[in-house]
């Protein structure tokens, strides 16, 4: 059922949030990565301070922590829920517009700034089950900021709802907001002793009912050619060019088969996301991706072996490979505390949803955050059409999100002797 005697903030704040520019980049070397991410901290600090959680603060790396206090006398585990506040870099989030569509009634939404830009339930088939409900999408021009930015506001609205309603039994529960998820570094500087949780849900997931409890394992690859310059005048018999032998071997990937584009389900793949260079140096960046961990060494060498096959057809050429793990499954962890997961069916069960166990072919800060000895799963935030101007969200369901996380801390508290 939903919650009683409240009225919900979670979209009059997604609202205001989204308009504050938060994309991160994933070229800077600087923690946060853009310091306008630290801008919608700010609000976040503010507006955590009025709702009277007195702790509320940011750090000098862009996290933001905050305690809701326990209600219970129990020692209840520690509970940490936590969201990111970057949009992804492959679409802009400056001068979002958002726009509340009021009782969608399934046609197309045409979006105003750019009526190119049509978000059709063909498309998007999650919205024929969202007739009724309050769409928010951006105008046209930008990405929404739905991800993460509607986990953001579920958290805040479960915050202001217990504040609230001290009569409701939980624990002690921690709320974290990262900056830098989209570009792979959401929780690389996170204090785990300061932070103090025993467990952890992310809110970063789509469709209602969707219950994430396993994602890919990354690694990151770089393979460098190296060619001999020479005065193009004169270069008979000298000249190796080592962005040639670079782009041979990107030509050699398979275009039917290990690519994102050919792959699904629990298929993995390997994935050039960059190519640079001139006649000395070429670099091919790749993104390598599996399920299963160990796959993820014959990914890399089957690549290496490509990048070698391609160098030999350019004498003189050689080659370096690098990798550098990046995530790993977390369900390698939350199969050791099979607890977490079930809690979490428990509490879609109590608002009224039959949760749908899901494996997510990407990653959230709760695979990092896992192997940190904070087993977290994902829940669904309604986010969809995620790093594309077409993104959108139901306020219905940012509303049963927060319903969700009310009975999830009460399970917790519950389960406690």
């Not at 624990?171 to 990262?178: E, P």
């Not at 900056?179 to 959401?186: A, F, H, I, K, L």
């Not at 140096?281 to 796959?295: G, S, Y």
Request: net charge negative; aromatic share 6%.
């Amino acid at each position: 059922m939903a919650l009683l005697n409240y009225k919900h903030t979670a979209a009059d704040r997604f609202m205001r949030y989204v308009q504050i520019d938060t994309q991160s980049d994933p070229t800077s070397p600087s923690q946060p990565s853009t310091e306008k991410q630290k801008d919608l901290s700010r609000v976040l600090v503010k507006d955590l301070l009025e709702i009277g959680i007195s702790d509320a603060a940011l750090d000098e790396h862009g996290y933001v922590y905050a305690t809701i206090p326990a209600t219970s006398a129990k020692d209840v585990p520690v509970l940490c829920y936590c969201s990111h506040v970057d949009t992804a870099p492959d679409c802009s989030g400056k001068g979002v517009k958002p726009i509340l569509h009021k009782n969608y009634d399934g046609k197309d939404i045409v979006l105003p700034d750019d009526t190119s830009v049509v978000i059709s339930s063909e498309n998007h088939t999650y919205l024929k089950e969202r007739i009724g409900d309050d769409i928010i999408t951006a105008s046209g021009l930008t990405l929404l900021g739905a991800d993460d930015k509607a986990g953001v506001a579920i958290i805040m609205d479960l915050a202001s709802y217990l504040v609230q309603h001290p009569e409701i039994k939980h624990g002690k529960i921690r709320i974290l907001f990262t900056p830098d998820e989209e570009v792979g570094r959401g929780v690389a500087a996170v204090d785990m002793k300061k932070l103090g949780a025993q467990y952890g849900y992310t809110l970063d997931g789509g469709e209602r009912g969707h219950l994430e409890g396993e994602t890919f394992s990354a690694d990151a690859a770089i393979v460098t050619f190296n060619g001999i310059s020479a005065h193009p005048g004169y270069a008979k018999g000298k000249m190796v060019h080592a962005t040639k032998a670079a782009s041979a071997f990107v030509a050699m990937l398979p275009k039917d088969e290990w690519c994102p584009e050919a792959t699904e389900g629990m298929q993995g793949f390997v994935h050039p996301t960059s190519i640079e260079g001139g006649l000395e140096t070429a670099t091919v960046q790749f993104i390598v991706r599996d399920f299963d961990t160990a796959k993820l060494a014959q990914h890399e060498q089957r690549l290496k072996e490509l990048a070698e096959k391609a160098a030999a057809q350019f004498p003189g050429v050689t080659i370096s490979f690098t990798v550098k793990e990046q995530y790993r499954n977390m369900k390698e962890v939350l199969d050791n505390h099979p607890y977490v997961m079930d809690h979490a069916e428990e509490a879609y069960k109590r608002a009224g949803m039959t949760a749908r166990r899901m494996s997510i072919r990407g990653g959230t800060d709760g695979s990092r955050l896992s192997f940190m000895g904070l087993p977290c799963p994902n829940l669904f935030t309604g986010e969809m059409g995620i790093h594309s101007k077409q993104e959108y969200v139901s306020v219905q369901d940012m509303e049963k999100a927060v319903e969700t996380l009310v009975h999830l801390a009460q399970i917790w508290e519950e389960k406690t002797k």
